[in-house]
């Protein structure tokens, strides 16, 4: 198991950066690691996944907006965030799964493909 802790999340103002992060209790390598986000009444949506090897995925609606990274000596996830919009406005959860599983052979960004999940850090994007 790996237990994991979201971090970096706050109000700015649309056009505005921000950075998440997540540290992990164990070896990130272990694992892919994703970011989700959920808006009040709508469905968690995936929004970037990073397999151990480096390779990502992005949902469409962040590409060329945000951007994932690695710390493997912090074990720590970070998602850059900028250029951002009031539709970004969110809970995020960094989730982790391992890696012998298909969810990281196929950069799944389907939240139930996913084992472990922090607690979760808001997001609040003003027009």
């Known amino acids: 198991a790996v237990d994991l802790v979201e971090s970096g999340g706050g109000s700015v103002e649309s056009g505005g950066s921000l950075r998440l992060s997540c540290t992990a209790s164990r070896y990130s390598a272990s694992y892919c690691m994703a970011w989700f986000r959920q808006a009040p009444g709508k469905e968690r949506e995936g929004v970037i996944v990073i397999r151990s090897d480096g390779t990502t995925r992005y949902h469409d609606s962040v590409k060329d907006r945000f951007t994932i990274s690695q710390d493997k000596a912090k074990n720590t996830l970070y998602l850059q965030m900028n250029s951002l919009k009031p539709e970004d406005t969110a809970m995020y959860y960094c989730?982790?799964?391992?890696?012998?599983?298909?969810?990281?052979?196929?950069?799944?960004?389907?939240?139930?493909?996913?084992?472990?999940w922090g607690q979760g850090t808001q997001v609040t994007v003003s027009p």
């Open positions: 989730a982790a799964a391992p890696t012998w599983r298909v969810t990281c052979a196929n950069a799944s960004l389907r939240p139930g493909d996913y084992n472990y």
